[in-house]
């Protein structure tokens, strides 16, 4: 048929051809019934497609009246043409949505909070997931330590755009943070009364003496007050914030003992010329916190800041006294 043409009539001739073609298959899918897709996998079909974005209408409407407004499909939900398999038949709207609710979840567009790639919870906006971590930060960070840097994250911590169950959208930063602290088993603390002693509440607990001060490294528990807070359980956050500090210590420089021989003295008799005394020793350490808790502890520098006083003993080195006896 296309002998005597050109080769650009031959290319235009065949052209049209494929566009008529393609006309016939848009034609021929026009008459084919409209299938709702739930993550590609087509569960209910409709005579048009008009009849299917009412199914998906009246579906929005009744999830949002049982979930809320603004709830939308978990799922990815399509509509598109498609041939009628002879064990369905063509639904109305109203069976296609009900028929919908059933294979698709709720979700709500929201700010997520991700850890380690699995949203946890959410918030409906941005700056309020924002503060929900910085207050879990301020949470686990002990107060009495200077920090070295600001405090991070051990996990892999985002905030991003998303969906979610509607019940682990938030609106209240603090209630976001409680449950991130808290996780599957929050923190125990006991609130120190009148007349208690550390190793009474270590006992009441189940713990030793020193396993309550582990657990409280920079509380001195021989200096306890009313209203002190002990940590008598560590819980298991959903998250795990690491701050380094930096802590200055001071601790003893013992003195030396110089024994000096005195001839003069009698023997065996001994006599102070210059009391010794400690000396002071300034250590400054990195420390390594996790969850409040210390992990590590490394000597940055030390000094001396008093110098020790050596002791000096005056020791007898005549004849030792002897008593005179009378005749």
């Known amino acids: 048929m296309t002998k005597g043409l050109s080769w650009g009539e031959r290319i235009v001739y065949w052209l049209l051809l494929l566009a008529l073609g393609a006309v016939l298959v848009l034609q021929w899918r026009a008459t084919l019934p409209v299938a709702l897709f739930v993550d590609g996998k087509p569960i209910a079909w409709l005579a048009t497609s008009r009849l299917a974005q009412e199914a998906l209408r009246l579906a929005k409407e009744e999830m949002e009246r049982r979930y809320g407004k603004g709830t939308e499909f978990a799922e990815s939900v399509l509509t598109g043409n498609l041939p009628l398999p002879n064990n369905e038949q063509l639904i ?5 949505a009900q028929r919908l609710l059933r294979q698709v979840r ?14 946890i919870l959410a918030l409906t906006r941005k700056e309020d997931a924002e ?10 960070v002990p107060s009495d330590l200077p920090l070295v840097r600001p405090p991070r994250f051990k996990e892999r911590v985002i905030i991003r755009q998303g969906l ?6 938030l ?22 009364k009148s007349g208690e002693v550390a190793l009474r509440i270590a006992r009441r607990y189940g713990l030793s003496l020193a396993e309550l001060q582990r657990l409280n490294p920079h509380r001195n528990l021989d200096r306890l007050k009313v209203g002190d807070r002990l940590l008598v359980r560590v819980g298991k956050p959903l998250v795990t914030v690491v701050s380094v500090h930096r802590l200055v210590t001071h601790e003893p420089v013992p003195y ?12 065996g008799a001994i006599a102070t010329k ?6 002071v020793r300034e250590i400054v350490w990195e420390i390594l916190c996790e969850n409040g808790q210390e992990v590590r502890r490394r000597r940055l520098k030390s000094r001396i800041v008093r110098e020790p006083v050596t002791e000096i003993l005056l020791i007898g080195g005549g004849l030792p006294r002897t008593s005179q006896r009378h005749p």
């Open 171 to 192: 609106t209240d930063p603090e209630e976001a943070a409680r449950r991130l602290t808290q996780g599957l088993e929050p923190p125990r603390y006991h609130l120190v």
């Open 164 to 169: 979610i169950a509607p019940d682990r959208v």
């Open 106 to 119: 709720p979700a709500r567009r929201a700010w997520l909070i991700v850890i380690n790639d699995q949203p």
């Open 92 to 96: 109305s709207p109203a069976e296609a």
């Open 256 to 267: 030396k003992v110089e024994r000096r021989l005195v001839p003069s003295m009698p023997g």
């Open 131 to 140: 503060q929900a971590l910085e207050q879990v930060k301020a949470f686990f």
């Open 274 to 279: 210059q009391r010794g005394k400690e000396g």
